[in-house]
């Protein structure tokens, strides 16, 4: 007599187990590089500072998304492929925080000296140091450029997986190199325009960090064009509410957990919704308080204080934060109506728990 087999359950997504699985491609793909650079005779600090970068402390949040993208859209079996493209994912990002970084003339990155400050303290005898770590950092940036695309190439897919891949990252690119050059435009000239402050996050953040991310993997998986809408309908609200919420820690936040100075989009001249919805209600005064760093010198502490006091005045934060949640209720409002399995749906709530903390 013959039984009726019992499919398994789909194993539980787990995020730390992600986040592991792509460490160690990273590791062992940088180890590989520092190796031939070693055999070739080229500088060790090229791949020294990129290691220092990439495995230290980074919360992949890209690659965790890219891989419950796969996992929502009924992506199941050898997970290999998936996880050498989300670790591509990683490594395009370490290109866009070094760039970004020169761009922002920013000292530090995740609590430690930025890239091209770690290059000009390793050449701290010669008088064109600092010059010379900004330049270097601009070739160590393409070089992350150039070899995330090798760990994508790396992953080996089917021709269909690679068309659909390929199409998802040209639009990712494209649209944060725009992201960037729209912010490049307004920093330094903040003013009360939140529309204009919440399209440099749509496109420099959101769409980069979350949506696209997700429909990364959901074409890995072979998904259909109603889950990659759902997946699109989701991620947009989800990042523009995650970077609404790194507004918040840029200006709240414990330095010692945010890695970057206190009030620094103020000191960078950042065109933040934050800052634009405090500049609808701030007096003379305190427009002058809030507009008064973008040439570069930063605040000291009880100026921080000052400025806080600002942004809670006017009510710019609490406006931010209403914007959060009407941003984290649009996304969940697709994952009711979207019709994806149960499974997926569950994947994508914590996804967003995780991105934006529980709501409040």
Request: one cysteine or more; charged letters at 25%; aromatic letters at 4%.
């Amino acid at each position: 007599m013959s039984e009726t087999a019992v499919p398994l359950p789909a194993p539980v997504f787990d995020p730390a187990r992600v986040r592991s699985a792509v460490e160690e491609r990273l590791t062992t793909f940088l180890d590989a590089k520092a190796q031939l650079a070693a055999a070739q005779g080229f500088p060790a600090e090229v791949t020294d500072v990129l290691q220092d970068l990439i495995l230290g402390d980074g919360k992949r949040i890209r690659p965790v998304l890219c891989v419950a993208g796969w996992r929502a859209a009924g992506g199941c079996g050898d997970e290999g492929p998936v996880l050498r493209v989300a670790a591509s994912l990683e490594m395009f990002h370490a290109f866009a925080l070094v760039h970004d970084d020169v761009m922002d003339r920013s000292a530090t990155r995740r609590g430690r000296p930025s890239a091209h400050e770690a290059i000009a303290a390793r050449h701290v005898g010669r008088p064109d140091a600092a010059r010379l770590g900004m330049d270097a950092a601009v070739l160590l940036g393409d070089l992350a450029l150039a070899w995330s695309d090798e760990l994508f190439h790396a992953a080996r897919l089917g021709p269909d997986q690679l068309a659909a891949a390929t199409a998802v990252l040209d639009g990712m690119r494209t649209e944060l190199m725009y992201g960037q050059y729209l912010d490049l435009l307004a920093t330094g000239r903040p003013s009360a325009d939140v529309d204009a402050a919440l399209r440099i996050a749509r496109f420099k953040s959101a769409k980069y960090t979350v949506e696209r991310p997700l429909q990364l993997g959901a074409v890995l998986a072979g998904a259909d064009v109603g889950v990659r809408t759902a997946l699109s309908a989701f991620g947009l609200p989800l990042g523009e509410a995650f970077q609404l919420r790194d507004d918040l820690l840029g200006a709240f936040g414990d330095p010692s957990e945010t890695g970057k100075p206190a009030a620094e989009d103020l000191r960078e001249g950042k065109h933040t919704a934050l800052l634009a919805r405090a500049l609808r209600r701030a007096t003379g005064t305190e427009r002058d308080l809030l507009t008064g760093y973008s040439q570069g010198v930063p605040p000291g502490p009880a100026e921080v204080v000052r400025i806080r006091a600002v942004l809670e005045g006017t009510g710019a934060r609490a406006e931010v934060e209403v914007m959060i949640e009407e941003r984290r209720r649009q996304a969940l409002r697709v994952l009711e109506e979207a019709g994806l399995p149960p499974a997926a749906g569950a994947i994508l709530r914590a996804a967003a728990s995780t991105l934006i903390g529980p709501a409040r």
